[in-house]
Structure formats: structure tokens, C-alpha cells
């Protein structure tokens, strides 16, 4: 499965923005799927994590609970970061990732198998 994330840009602090990540190849059918972010001079830090075919449970990391929603896209290869109340420190490259990793090791960069390119997500205050 080959990934593509898109929807990135340039916001103001408060805005919106929805980032979409397209599978190629295949679907997100028996995967889990998870968005990571980069800033620059950081690690990769994960932000959101569901089983995409797994019912409700979806992670987050704190520092974007209640802002960012990650959902399953209107077709099987689409998944959504859907990212409200946006702040200057949210500005990354943001990417997605799909693989199979065990609950507790969701938030690990090094468990998730497929990457795809990032799309870029600047905050301007």
C-alpha cells in the first residue's frame, strides 16, 4: 500500500484545516492507521491512531484532544485528520502511516510500516 497525504497549508491560529491521507494499492481495510507530525529539529511525534476497521477506539496524543478528529474517508482508501483550534506549535509536516501494531505501541513511530510523503501544516500567529 502506497500513501499520500494532502490538505495542508497556511493558517491563522484558530483555524481548520483537514488533512487527507489516499491509499494507493490497496485500502486501509485490515490496518491500522495513525497520523504522525515533524517539526523541524524534532522527532517524528505521533498525533492520532484508529483501527480502521475496529470500531471506536481512536488515540490521541494530549496536546490535541478535542481539536484533531481522525476518521475513515467517504471511500476505503481515504482516511481524515480533521484539525480545529489550530496553534502555532502544531505547525509540522504531518504524515500517515499504516501497519499493525499492538495498542501499546501505537504512539511509536519505529511499529508503523508504510509511510507515505507528508504535507506540510504552518500556524501563523
Known amino acids: 500500500v502506497q500513501l499520500q497525504a494532502s490538505g495542508g497549508g497556511l493558517v491563522q491560529a484558530g483555524g481548520s484545516l483537514r488533512l487527507s491521507c489516499e491509499a494507493s494499492?490497496?485500502?486501509?481495510?485490515?490496518?491500522?492507521v495513525a497520523w504522525f507530525r515533524q517539526a523541524p529539529g524534532k522527532e517524528r511525534e505521533f498525533v492520532a491512531a484508529?483501527?480502521?476497521?475496529?470500531?471506536?477506539?481512536?488515540l490521541y496524543t494530549d496536546s490535541v484532544k478535542g481539536r484533531f478528529t481522525i476518521s475513515r474517508g467517504s471511500t476505503q482508501n481515504t482516511v481524515l485528520l480533521q484539525m480545529n483550534s489550530l496553534k502555532p506549535e502544531d505547525t509540522a509536516v504531518y504524515f500517515c502511516?499504516?501497519?499493525?501494531?499492538?495498542?501499546?505501541?501505537?504512539?511509536?513511530?519505529?511499529?508503523?510500516?508504510?509511510w507515505g510523503q507528508g504535507t506540510q501544516v504552518t500556524v501563523s500567529s
Open positions: 484508529f483501527v480502521y476497521n475496529g470500531g471506536s477506539t481512536k
Open positions: 502511516t499504516t501497519g499493525r501494531p499492538p495498542f501499546g505501541r501505537w504512539t511509536e513511530a519505529a511499529s508503523w510500516i508504510n
Open positions: 494499492g490497496g485500502t486501509f481495510s485490515s490496518y491500522k
